[in-house]
């Protein structure tokens, strides 16, 4: 099966604790691999599971707190000492361009391939890219400084025809295509169904990315649905207050929002340092939505087909 993988590289806030690096994971969809965010740690963590750093074409910032970006400078450079040629393509918010060219300039930074950045500036739902394997949406959150969350949606297979089909009904190249198309069809004056002819479709894969944010604020129908949802759940509800204050979500709130949209599985993470166990976060987030996991560094989780 191909993969639809996410590995979390970080997943604490503001600074590295208890073993949790900050925020920063990798999608790897049939192959392709898509960075999101780049904290503290990030290369120390893509050494350590194994994440082949020069498979990444595109990064996808969220936001330009340090805790997101403070990594980005350092794993640029090592990608020139890697002998990288490919180029690589970085989407973030307004101000990306001056931080990372500031950053290698200061650093005298030699980089031996192309970087384009591409700074978004968001209102609404925004296609980003796609790929054979995939498209990327940007959508705004509400935090405290501007900042994205990402859709990553699967590119829909196309229907694969059954061979005895074919054979039975001699089928012509346009018939074929047709079929292919989601037509039925036409024999003797009957009408063959197109379930009939093909096999099921695999059904297309989907992961959204938000942190940092506040569940109030934003248009989120877009994510009615989807298959995995990562939503930061900084603090335990009795800091809502707190929570609210710095731009942030508690555990209780995320999972209610998981319900709301009828996702299949919600990841939490970006915890505060006050946490040296997240048990009490993804319990709290389990009482009104079951299906509910603790993000970890390390951990992989792959969406089904």
Known sequence: MDKFELTILGCNSAMPAHGRFPTSQVLNVSGELLLIDCGEGTQMRMSQYKIKRNQIRHILISHLHGDHIYGLPGFLGSLSHLSRTAPLKIYGPPG?????????????????????????????????????????????????????????????????????????????????KA?????????????????????????????????????????????????????????????????????????????????????????????SSRYRSIDALVEEAQTVFPNTVGGYDGMIRNIDA
């Open 96 to 176: 990306l361009q001056e931080y990372v060219s500031t950053c290698l300039r200061i650093s005298q930074s030699h980089i031996d391939y192309n970087i384009e950045i591409v700074e978004v500036a968001l209102s609404s739902l925004n296609p980003l890219f796609r790929t054979s394997k995939f498209t990327v949406e940007a959508f705004p959150v509400n935090h405290r400084i501007p900042c994205m969350g990402f859709l990553i949606k699967e590119t829909p297979r196309p229907v694969n025809i059954k061979k005895d089909a074919v054979s039975t009904y001699e089928m012509s190249i346009p018939e074929i």
């Open 179 to 271: 079929v292919k198309a989601g037509q039925d069809l036409l024999r003797d004056g009957k009408q063959i169904p197109n379930e009939d002819l093909t096999h099921p479709r695999r059904r297309a894969r989907s992961y959204a990315y938000c942190a940092d944010t506040q569940i109030y604020g934003w248009s989120k129908d877009h994510l009615r649905g989807i298959d995995m949802l990562y939503h930061e759940a900084t603090y335990l509800d009795e800091l809502r207050e707190q929570a609210h204050t710095r731009g942030h979500a508690t555990a209780l709130e995320a999972a209610e929002l998981a319900k709301r949209l009828d996702v299949d599985q919600l990841i939490i993470g970006h915890y």
